[in-house]
């Protein structure tokens, strides 16, 4: 199975425009599509990105996502950052019968 | 609208058996491509997909876990249902199931917290 690492922590000021990693150990990132979960305290995940870029109905977009196979990672970027943007955000994508999910990362609007 | 539960006890003691129930509705799981997944979270780190089971009846585990998880489901009831035998603290953790189309967990139940402890 391959893994999905991300960075323990980000933090930006409002306004702002910030870029989340999530770097796939092995395999290509783009063999299949990666999704992004923005998660609350005490919330369950809901989808920000799906199909690598794809942006769910009702999510601004002031989220958007890519993937650069040169550095096998996928992207999760926020512009014009929000304090309500202030949560855990995780990458995942599949492999052989494996769904995976990264390490999360906290965003801080500061 | 589609929404899924979990339900099972919040507390279980260590080498017990832990049998998690996910009710949901606004979708089948007999219609191609659905797919219903649990997924955990232990207090304070990341989502760890645990199993899945689909609209055709098979079924995926998670390899590390898989010696101790099976995954089942129950179409008339708009169920799916998970156990966890041997369980140990570490497998304190919030439990989610969650609704897998088009790659994505567009929908999640508000989890069910299991502590595990004597």
């Known amino acids: 199975n391959f893994m999905l690492t991300q960075p323990h922590s980000v933090s930006e000021s409002p306004g702002k425009t910030v870029t989340i990693s999530c770097t796939r150990s092995s395999g290509s990132i783009a063999s299949n599509y990666v999704q992004w979960y923005q998660q609350r305290p005490g919330s369950a995940p809901t989808t920000v990105i799906y199909?690598?870029?794809?942006?769910p109905s009702g999510v601004p977009d002031r989220f958007s996502g890519s993937i650069d196979s040169s550095s096998n990672s996928a992207s999760l970027t926020i512009s014009g950052l929000k304090t309500e943007d202030e949560a855990d955000y995780y990458c995942?994508?599949?492999?052989?019968?494996?769904?995976?999910f990264g390490g999360g990362t906290k965003l801080t609007v500061l | 609208q589609v929404t899924l539960r979990e339900s099972g006890p919040a507390l279980v003691k260590p080498t017990q058996t832990l049998t998690l129930t996910c009710t949901f509705s606004?979708?089948?799981?007999?219609?191609?491509?659905?797919?219903v997944s649990w997924i955990r979270q232990p207090p304070g780190k990341a989502l760890e997909w645990l199993a899945l089971i689909d609209w055709d009846d098979d079924k995926y585990y998670s390899t590390s876990l898989k010696t101790r998880l099976t995954i089942s489901k129950d179409t008339s009831k708009n169920q799916v249902v998970l156990t966890m035998t041997n369980m140990d603290p570490v497998d304190t953790a919030t439990y989610y199931c969650a609704r897998l189309t088009r790659n994505t967990y567009d929908y999640w139940g508000q989890g069910t917290l299991v502590t595990v402890s004597s």
């Open positions: 199909e690598d870029n794809q942006r």
């Open positions: 995942q994508s599949y492999d052989s019968s494996s769904w995976v």
């Open positions: 606004g979708f089948s799981l007999s219609t191609s491509g659905m797919c």
